[in-house]
């Protein structure tokens, strides 16, 4: 068994989704979700006064990327060399890209976010799931023969597009087919179960907190 975590986030997805994807599919036990509620760096703990923060392996890990490349690197989800790592990262990154543009819709306002959800979309089908086609077209995963933290992304940036356009994946057959394949892994199909450490889409609450933690006008 992996050893346990301590994750502290808003109660909410945002940055620390992907950490926890990454988590549940390495099969690490989270022990304690600690919410965060102010900005002030906790116990000196925060390095830039951000988070998200996971303690693991006696270590307090801050800023995304490098919590998520520790992670894949521990758990063999990281490639096996460096040019199958850059790959993975520049696959990792790109999707990145279209989830931080999801991720900023609940702080839009509502006259610009049917502009906005018509940006993600157009850009989703025309320069990023393209990518992801044919990448998957003669291969199961997208770098060399096993799984990858890229893939787990990737599975992560499918679901949460369809959340909000049920039908994009409808010309692009091989990604759908990765998916499926994805949400058949054990590990994956525990973590989409209800009571998951998965955390639904930011709601009315979540978004108030973020503004009230950071001292946001809206």
Not at 108 to 136: C, G, H, M, Q, W
Request: glycine share 6%.
């Amino acid at each position: 068994m992996s050893g346990k975590v301590v994750l502290t986030y808003f109660n909410g997805r945002g940055k620390m989704e992907s950490i926890r994807w990454l988590l549940a599919v390495a099969g690490v036990e989270v022990s304690r979700l600690n919410k965060y509620k102010t900005n002030v760096a906790v116990d000196g703990a925060l390095m830039f006064e951000q988070v998200p923060l996971v303690e693991i392996d006696g270590m307090k890990l801050v800023q995304t990327k490098a919590i998520l490349n520790y992670i894949a690197g521990k758990y063999n989800l990281y490639g096996n060399d460096l040019k199958e790592r850059v790959m993975i990262d520049m696959y990792s990154e790109g999707v990145r890209d279209l989830m931080e543009m999801i991720m900023m819709l609940p702080f839009i306002s509502p006259d610009a976010k049917k502009t906005k959800l018509d940006d993600i979309e157009r850009k989703a089908t025309s320069r990023y799931i393209p990518v992801f086609e044919k990448a998957l077209a003669s291969s199961q995963y997208l770098v060399g023969y096993q799984l990858s933290c890229a893939d787990v992304q990737l599975l992560e940036i499918t679901l949460m597009l369809e959340e909000k356009f049920p039908t994009i994946l409808s010309k692009f057959p091989v990604v759908k087919a990765f998916q499926g394949r994805m949400k058949s892994l054990p590990a994956i199909q525990k973590f989409l179960q209800p009571g998951s450490k998965r955390k639904p889409q930011p709601d009315d609450l979540y978004v108030k907190t973020v503004y009230e933690v950071f001292n946001f006008k809206h």
